[in-house]
């Protein structure tokens, strides 16, 4: 398939899960000619459903509905003990006795896939895991294009095999999660002009080029080496529809040459942001930390507070190693200058 049949301009605006990501940014994106995406992973299927309502109260445009595919845990208590301890130093520095519990681990994915086919967007894109040939049918027979995530060319390959229409190929230096689901991690090394290539050769299907992109001469060189669009998150963290934390949108507004890593501290699975004092507290016991979603509905709490204090220093401050060359201006006007930057390139 070509995706421009879909969205006549080669941008994704990139799902940005926990607040950041709003209904008007989708929207405006889409009616831009690029693709908005709304991040659903976060969200309950009311959510979803009210998100999707508004987006198309909006727009008529194609837009992209984005799921973690995971698996709900059931954690050993013991586990939990443990992490909950290892962050006794940050949460008590609230002022807490304890730790609140978690109501929840996850959402339950199975019924946000079952929202997300009732709803039928036209793009619907996944993380953290691979789909199922039989749900990528369903997919279909509802008329929904499908997107998988990867890191490495055998996950491409996967996705292809399993009937995907299009994979994103997320370099090192994508900002938040990155989306391994086949080996370690910590092996899927390569930054993004080094996998663009070595997954173009190893699919058939259309690559999405995603990680450290932010301008129009950064997406005219991924077009050049075979990627069909780009996927840009940072980018689009800073546009004024946003509804990014302030105090976490002026850290990425002032970044400056100030050092983003991957880290499993905040969740459990590794993540890019800026480094901050949660990160450096407990990278001694980062390895031991329970795996995504159980680290991070622990750490979900904290980080809400840090919110509402204006504490960066205890937040997510997700973003990707292009981060000193975000500009802040409408999502609308983001858009028309990355194309005009494009075409200039």
């Not at 799921?67 to 059931?74: D, G, I, L, R």
Request: charged share 20%; aromatic share 6%; net charge negative.
């Amino acid at each position: 398939m070509n995706l421009t049949s879909v969205f006549p301009h080669p941008i994704i605006q990139g799902p940005t899960a926990g607040g950041p990501n709003t209904p008007a940014q989708v929207a405006a994106v889409s009616n831009a000619g690029a693709l908005g995406s709304l991040a659903c992973s976060l969200l309950s299927p009311a959510a979803i459903r009210e998100q999707t309502a508004q987006i198309r109260a909006l727009t008529g445009k194609p837009f992209c509905l984005n799921f973690f595919v995971v698996e709900t845990p059931q954690p050993d208590p013991a586990e939990i003990s443990k992490a909950v301890e290892w962050l006794k130093p940050l949460w008590s520095s609230l002022g807490w006795t304890e730790l609140p519990t978690p109501a929840k681990w996850c959402e339950d994915f199975a019924a946000q896939f079952e929202t997300l086919l009732e709803l039928r967007p036209a793009v619907a894109s996944f993380t953290f895991g691979i789909l199922s040939a039989e749900q990528i049918q369903r997919l279909h027979d509802a008329g929904i294009v499908v997107i998988g995530t990867i890191t490495h060319a055998e996950e491409a390959i996967a996705w292809q095999s399993r009937g995907a229409d299009a994979v994103i190929a997320s370099g090192t230096e994508s900002g938040g999660h990155r989306g391994t689901f086949i080996g370690a991690q910590e092996d899927a090394t390569l930054k993004t002009f080094e996998l663009l290539p070595t997954i173009v050769a190893a699919v058939d299907i259309p690559v999405i080029a995603a990680g450290g992109i932010m301008d129009g001469a950064d997406i005219k060189r991924a077009l050049d080496m075979g990627a069909q669009a780009v996927q840009m998150g940072t980018a689009f963290l800073v546009t004024d529809e946003s509804a990014i934390n302030p105090h976490y949108k002026q850290r990425l507004l002032t970044a400056g040459d100030h050092p983003t890593r991957l880290t499993r501290t905040f969740s459990g699975r590794y993540a890019r942001g800026l480094v901050n004092r949660l990160m450096r507290e407990l990278e001694p016991v980062e390895a031991q930390l329970p795996a995504y979603p159980v680290q991070n509905a622990l750490t979900t709490p904290i980080r809400a507070e840090a919110a509402k204090r204006g504490d960066t220093e205890l937040m997510s401050l997700w973003c990707g190693t292009g981060v000193a060359r975000v500009r802040p201006m409408p999502a609308a006007k983001l858009v028309e200058t990355l194309l005009s930057e494009m075409n200039a390139a």
